[in-house]
């Protein structure tokens, strides 16, 4: 018979002759497996849901006009939803510099009324197509004489019908390139 070892430093006890052991602390939770109480993990479980739906309902409320939760300062995330709205107009500026500067003045209070409308689901440059297609096809975004005007709306439509802007190259891009040795054409 083998007496079991116990190691002093965790408090739990194994037994030589089958590897099981037995004690007080295991894992990050300090409780060995047989102290876990499935109440406990249902308490947990229901838990962890509701913080999911308040999220959920706050992520909406920032990004895709959704109501303001309950328990949230309604100024606060109307700030900070026009915060992101900026944020992504500006980024999509900078994906797609040509659309500023066809709708010029109207560029930035179209792209927050479509913001607020059209959550995105994409890419920033997906994002930027699809508002220009919305600012062609939603005349009712427009305020009375602010209309895109025929011109406009012709830059625009060809914009919008040509390729996909190209992505610019970042600095590894460039890097890689400035290294790999040109092929010289023969003659």
Do not use: I
């Not at 999911?52 to 990004?63: D, G, K, P």
């Amino acid at each position: 018979m083998t007496t079991p070892e116990t190691d002093t430093t965790t408090g739990t006890t194994t037994d030589r002759t089958t590897g099981t052991t037995a004690g007080t602390t295991t894992g990050t939770t300090g409780r060995t497996p047989e102290t876990v109480h499935p109440p406990e993990d249902c308490r947990l479980a229901a838990a962890r849901a509701r913080l999911a739906e308040r999220q959920e309902a706050l992520l909406a409320a920032l990004v895709a006009g959704g109501p303001v939760p309950p328990g949230f300062d309604e100024a606060q995330v109307h700030a900070q939803a026009l915060g992101l709205a900026h944020k992504r107009r500006d980024t999509a500026a900078k994906v797609a510099p040509d659309l500023p500067r066809l709708l010029g003045p109207q560029y930035g209070p179209l792209f927050l009324a479509y913001a607020r409308r059209h959550p995105q689901t994409g890419g920033y440059r997906a994002d930027a197509r699809a508002f220009a297609a919305w600012a062609l096809a939603n005349t009712s975004a427009y305020g009375p004489g602010e209309g895109l005007g025929p011109e406009r709306r012709r830059a625009l439509a060809r914009w919008l019908d040509g390729p996909a802007p190209e992505q610019p190259t970042g600095p590894l891009t460039r890097l890689r390139r400035a290294l790999t040795p040109r092929r010289r054409p023969t003659h």
